[in-house]
C-alpha cells in the first residue's frame, strides 16, 4: 500500500490534537500538507487503503464536531457579551456633544 494512505490518517490525528489544544492558527500548514499528499495518490484508492480512509475519515469527523462546539460556544459568548454591553450602556450617562460649529454658522 503507498504510505500516503498512512500518512492521511497521521495527519488526520494531529488535526485532531491541534484542535483540541487551541491551535488553530498551526491548521493552515497541515492542510496544505494534506493536499499535497493527497494529490500524490492515485484517483482509485486500492482496497487495502479502505483501513486507513475509513480511520481518516472517522478522526475528520471528531475534528468537525469539536469545530462546531467551538464555533456554537463562540457565538453564544459574543452574543452574551453583545447583551453585557447593551446593558452596561443602559447605565452610562448621557452624552454631550460638543457643537463642532457655534450657533453663528
Known amino acids: 500500500m503507498q504510505p500516503g494512505y498512512r500518512r492521511l490518517v497521521e495527519l488526520a490525528e494531529r488535526e485532531l490534537e491541534l484542535v483540541r489544544a487551541g ?3 498551526e491548521l493552515p500548514a497541515l492542510w496544505k500538507e494534506r493536499r499535497e499528499v493527497v ?14 480512509l ?23 459568548e459574543m452574543r452574551r457579551l453583545v447583551v453585557g454591553r447593551a446593558a452596561i450602556q443602559g447605565y452610562a450617562p448621557p ?5 463642532l460649529v457655534d450657533r453663528a454658522g
Not at 494529490?39 to 486507513?52: G, I, T
Not at 475509513?54 to 453564544?76: D, I, K, N
Open 95 to 99: 452624552l454631550q456633544r460638543t457643537p
Open 23 to 25: 491551535s488553530l492558527d
Open 54 to 76: 475509513a480511520r481518516a475519515a472517522e478522526l475528520q469527523g471528531r475534528t468537525t464536531a469539536l469545530l462546531e462546539e467551538r464555533v456554537a460556544a463562540t457565538g453564544a
Open 39 to 52: 494529490r500524490d495518490l492515485p484517483y482509485v484508492p486500492p482496497l487495502e487503503a479502505r483501513d486507513c
